[in-house]
Each structure stands twice: as structure tokens, then as C-alpha cells.
């Protein structure tokens, strides 16, 4: 099984900047692609960014220019940096990661969810 803990998350005001941590563990040969999603209160979870091993990333339009999705293949951890947050953007933000496990069976894990709340 691979496991993933999320960090980071927490209460800021508007404006402000937070970055999301998420560490994958476990019996990993391979991870090809990473990324966050967020489901707010009463709707569905939706996809905020991705990064696939060779570096490639995508984003919601609702958040291009302001975050930045970023990974640490040899720590098997991804990093979202969030810059200028909207209370819009309150929600639980949660991690994904897609590969392989040394035993070769492909795996999708995800994280347990870190809350993030932008409010004044």
C-alpha cells in the first residue's frame, strides 16, 4: 500500500500565501503523477493541479497565476504554493498520487485531506 500525508493547511486572510505538503510512503517503485484536488462544503471535488514525473503541470483556471504545483521525485512529495487566496479557495484540500508498486501492481492513493480556510 502507498500512503500519502498532507500538511500545511490552516486559517489565513485574504492575500495571504499558505503551501500545501503531501508525502507519499510505502512499497513505491514509480510514481508518474501527482496533483491536489479540494472539495468545498456541499460540493464536489474538484482538480486544482497536477504534475506528472517529468515536470509537466496543469491547473484550474481558477487558480493559474496564483498557485504553483511543484515535486521532490526523491522525497516522493509534492508541494502546492498558494499565493494571494480568495475565500473563494476555502476549502479541504486533498492529494493524489498515481504509479506503481515495487511488486509492479499500479496503485491510487489519496491523502486524508488538509482544510484550508481563507477568512478575515
Known amino acids: 500500500q502507498v500512503q500519502l500525508v498532507e500538511s500545511g493547511g490552516g486559517l489565513v486572510q485574504p492575500g495571504g500565501s499558505l503551501r500545501l505538503s503531501c508525502a507519499a510512503s510505502g512499497s513505491i517503485f514509480s510514481i508518474n503523477y501527482m496533483g491536489w484536488y479540494r472539495q468545498a462544503p456541499g460540493k464536489e471535488r474538484k482538480l486544482v493541479a497536477t504534475?506528472?514525473?517529468?515536470?509537466?503541470?496543469n491547473y484550474a483556471d481558477s487558480v493559474k497565476g496564483r498557485f504553483t504545483i511543484s515535486r521532490d521525485n526523491a522525497k516522493n512529495t509534492v508541494y502546492l504554493q498558494m499565493n494571494s487566496l480568495k475565500p473563494e479557495d476555502t476549502a479541504v484540500y486533498y492529494c493524489?498520487?498515481?504509479?506503481?508498486?515495487?511488486?509492479?501492481?499500479?496503485?491510487?492513493?489519496w491523502g486524508q485531506g488538509t482544510q484550508v480556510t481563507v477568512s478575515s
Open positions: 493524489n498520487a498515481r504509479g506503481f508498486e515495487r511488486d509492479f501492481r499500479s496503485f491510487a492513493s
Open positions: 504534475i506528472t514525473s517529468g515536470g509537466d503541470t
